[in-house]
């Protein structure tokens, strides 16, 4: 090519550009700008969601619980007519019926989805929609923590929690047991939005019950998501409120209350049916668990368990082979500062701030059933069970990143996504072992 006709080139490619500019790029830029809050919304959960398909497994997920349970609903059941070998959790309540143990609400999210596909939809694929769903939710709960942070700074939070934290290994993977971890992060990210945004204080306790439905211990976040629902007030503002504001305090106390109760009562009636009692006797019927090795000598939750799980939060590290790739991912998990280091800012929150207070409050109070668990979350990568608070260590981080984002969180947020990339890349290939 000439250089006149390369120049000739540049000068349409430049016409072409400054119509685009003056005739739509402007026109996006303002509309962007005037809802920032919906086009980030909708820029994430879209982003999200097209990397989470991106990077699942092909194949359909055998671990297809909730599948079949949306399956039994559809058809007006709650039991399963069949119980292949490798659903080895399943509880036989009949001549040919089993029960799936777990909480029901992840299969009601997988109803649409088994409804219009099948029972046989990829499990993986509505995991990617709803975790998808579940990022653009953060940012916007990032966004009303009434705190002077940019959104670029926003944005790159939010992006951490996709996919530099554990839970863009469980979005991809559609088990059972990690779509419940989507669907409770997903929905307890819209209580605590709904709380902050000053919705009916109904409508935050019944997403919060509903999230509990699908991860028990994530109700013990009522803290927060209640304090959210009155301003996240510091302890002096909150005393001073209750002797001068009880009236309305109690109004709000009473509608969260009948929010939670409609989840709640819908699940003592579904333990009823299953088990005939209120309580939720599943995980202990599973056949053969009590004689499993992790829970034969302290049963499923103990005190003794504590130094188990914090040894796993904390110190449990890659494996180390002499073949490349090297590293190797453990099926036992990955200590959280390790898996996502910026996590290590957290140690720089203020505990005097309001926000932090309340949200440590929830963080430790969903923690204590967690780490009394005698499973550390086997099979997976990073500790999974750290997603039912995860949300509430993100709030704290927010309030680190209003401070000003350094060069050095910036590092640890780069190195945080590749951590996460690495370990999705070497379990892809089966470079993972316990």
């Given at each position: 090519?000439?250089?006149?006709?390369?120049?000739?080139?540049?000068?349409?490619?430049?016409?072409?550009?400054?119509?685009?500019?003056?005739?739509?790029?402007?026109?996006?830029?303002?509309?962007?700008?005037?809802?920032?809050?919906l086009?980030?919304?909708?820029?994430?959960?879209?982003?999200s969601?097209?990397?989470?398909?991106?990077?699942?497994?092909?194949?359909?997920?055998?671990?297809?619980?909730?599948?079949?349970?949306?399956?039994?609903?559809?058809?007006?059941?709650?039991?399963?007519?069949?119980?292949?070998?490798?659903?080895?959790?399943?509880?036989?309540?009949?001549?040919?019926?089993?029960?799936?143990?777990y909480?029901?609400?992840?299969?009601?999210?997988?109803?649409?989805?088994?409804?219009?596909?099948?029972?046989?939809f990829?499990?993986?694929?509505?995991?990617?929609?709803?975790?998808?769903?579940?990022?653009?939710?953060?940012?916007?709960?990032?966004?009303?923590?009434?705190?002077?942070?940019r959104?670029?700074?926003?944005?790159?939070?939010?992006?951490?929690?996709?996919?530099?934290?554990?839970?863009?290994?469980?979005?991809?993977?559609?088990?059972?047991?990690?779509?419940?971890?989507?669907?409770?992060?997903?929905?307890?990210?819209?209580?605590?939005?709904?709380?902050?945004t000053?919705?009916?204080?109904?409508?935050?306790g019944?997403?919060?019950?509903l999230?509990?439905?699908?991860?028990?211990?994530?109700?013990?976040?009522?803290?927060?998501?209640?304090?959210?629902?009155?301003?996240l007030?510091?302890?002096?503002?909150?005393?001073?409120?209750?002797r001068?504001?009880?009236?309305?305090?109690?109004?709000?106390?009473?509608?969260?209350?009948?929010?939670?109760?409609?989840?709640?009562v819908?699940?003592?009636?579904?333990?009823?049916?299953?088990?005939?009692?209120?309580?939720?006797?599943?995980?202990?019927?599973?056949?053969?668990?009590?004689?499993d090795?992790?829970?034969?000598k302290?049963?499923?939750?103990?005190?003794?368990?504590i130094?188990?799980?914090?040894?796993?939060?904390?110190f449990?590290?890659w494996?180390?082979?002499?073949?490349?790739p090297?590293?190797?991912?453990?099926?036992?998990?990955?200590?959280?500062?390790?898996?996502?280091p910026?996590f290590?800012?957290?140690f720089?929150?203020?505990?005097?701030?309001?926000?932090?207070?309340?949200?440590?409050?929830?963080?430790?109070?969903?923690?204590?059933?967690?780490?009394?668990?005698g499973?550390v979350?086997?099979?997976?990568?990073?500790?999974?069970?750290?997603l039912?608070?995860?949300?509430?260590?993100?709030?704290?981080?927010?309030?680190?990143?209003?401070?000003?984002?350094?060069?050095?969180?910036?590092?640890?947020?780069?190195?945080?996504?590749?951590?996460?990339a690495?370990?999705?890349?070497?379990?892809?290939?089966?470079?993972?072992?316990y």
């Amino acid at each position: 090519m000439s250089e006149t006709a390369g120049t000739a080139n540049g000068r349409s490619f430049a016409r072409v550009r400054g119509y685009w500019d003056s005739t739509y790029g402007a026109e996006i830029v303002e509309r962007a700008s005037a809802r920032p809050e919906l086009w980030g919304f909708v820029v994430l959960a879209a982003a999200s969601t097209f990397v989470y398909l991106l990077t699942a497994p092909a194949d359909p997920q055998a671990l297809d619980y909730f599948n079949r349970l949306a399956d039994a609903f559809l058809h007006g059941r709650y039991w399963l007519l069949e119980a292949p070998s490798w659903l080895n959790e399943l509880v036989p309540i009949g001549p040919g019926q089993w029960v799936v143990p777990y909480p029901p609400m992840p299969a009601i999210l997988a109803l649409p989805f088994v409804a219009l596909f099948g029972p046989g939809f990829p499990a993986q694929v509505y995991s990617a929609i709803y975790a998808g769903l579940a990022v653009g939710v953060v940012y916007l709960v990032l966004g009303r923590l009434q705190l002077s942070i940019r959104y670029r700074d926003r944005i790159a939070l939010s992006g951490v929690f996709a996919f530099g934290t554990v839970f863009w290994f469980i979005a991809v993977s559609g088990s059972a047991w990690y779509f419940a971890h989507v669907s409770a992060v997903l929905l307890f990210s819209l209580a605590v939005l709904a709380a902050l945004t000053r919705q009916p204080a109904w409508v935050a306790g019944l997403l919060l019950g509903l999230a509990t439905l699908c991860r028990l211990p994530v109700g013990l976040g009522l803290p927060f998501v209640a304090a959210a629902q009155i301003g996240l007030p510091g302890l002096t503002e909150l005393r001073t409120r209750l002797r001068t504001d009880l009236a309305p305090i109690l109004r709000t106390a009473i509608l969260f209350s009948i929010g939670i109760a409609i989840p709640a009562v819908v699940y003592i009636w579904f333990n009823l049916e299953r088990w005939g009692t209120i309580t939720d006797q599943s995980y202990v019927l599973i056949p053969g668990v009590l004689e499993d090795p992790i829970y034969a000598k302290h049963g499923i939750l103990s005190p003794w368990y504590i130094p188990r799980n914090l040894f796993a939060i904390l110190f449990r590290s890659w494996n180390y082979v002499d073949d490349p790739p090297y590293l190797q991912p453990s099926w036992w998990g990955l200590g959280i500062f390790l898996t996502t280091p910026l996590f290590l800012w957290l140690f720089k929150a203020r505990i005097r701030d309001p926000r932090v207070g309340w949200a440590l409050l929830g963080a430790v109070l969903i923690a204590i059933p967690i780490l009394m668990h005698g499973n550390v979350g086997v099979s997976q990568f990073g500790y999974r069970f750290s997603l039912d608070f995860q949300v509430l260590l993100f709030v704290i981080l927010a309030t680190v990143v209003a401070r000003g984002w350094s060069r050095l969180m910036t590092a640890a947020s780069i190195a945080s996504v590749l951590f996460c990339a690495y370990a999705l890349w070497a379990i892809s290939i089966d470079f993972a072992a316990y």
